[in-house]
């Protein structure tokens, strides 16, 4: 099934708001620790990531090279860089103004997404692949399905979005 971004139903509430599993956390340690391929951006996150997901929204298709952007949105006071500091890019988006995507300025490699440009948000969003240990991330979601490509290949298991999931609640 595939949900509407705006639709609002016990069925997603529950999926905003689900924590991960003691069977999904068992290889996650918190605090956890990701950074760029070459070293000069290191981060730490003091909290397990609020949701999961793939998007495949064309903006995160291109800064990936890739179907999809595998990512996590987490509590903006858990994370803090450690080394480094972000250079960003703004890309338009749908739901308002300008999305912020932080990268490393020395190698490219992206680490941040949802934010957007000029609003303090209480989320921050981080890609998968930056993780020390991404063996761990089990994405919740598919998000931006209306954007899929057709030869990739979404785990039917997982709930689909036609765009934005619902907004989740702060804990």
Request: contains cysteine; glycine residues 10%.
């Amino acid at each position: 099934m595939i949900h509407q971004g705006n639709e609002i139903g016990s069925e997603q509430n529950s999926l905003s708001t689900r924590r991960i599993s003691e069977d999904e956390e068992m290889n996650m340690k918190i605090p956890f620790t990701g950074g760029c391929s070459c070293g000069t951006i290191r981060y730490e996150s003091t909290a397990e990531p609020i949701m999961m997901f793939k998007c495949h929204c064309r903006d995160c298709q291109q800064g990936t090279g890739s179907g999809f952007a595998p990512g996590m949105l987490l509590p903006r006071t858990a994370f803090r860089l450690t080394r480094g500091q972000l250079r960003y890019h703004f890309t338009p988006s749908i739901r308002r103004g300008k999305h912020k995507r932080g990268f490393c300025p020395e190698c490219g490699s992206r680490i941040t997404g949802g934010e957007f440009e000029g609003e303090d948000s209480p989320f921050i969003g981080i890609l998968a692949g930056s993780l020390d240990d991404p063996t761990w991330f089990q994405p919740q979601m598919d998000i931006f399905v209306s954007d899929a490509q057709p030869w990739d290949q979404m785990d039917p298991k997982i709930p689909k979005f036609e765009q934005y999931p619902p907004i989740p609640t702060k804990e």
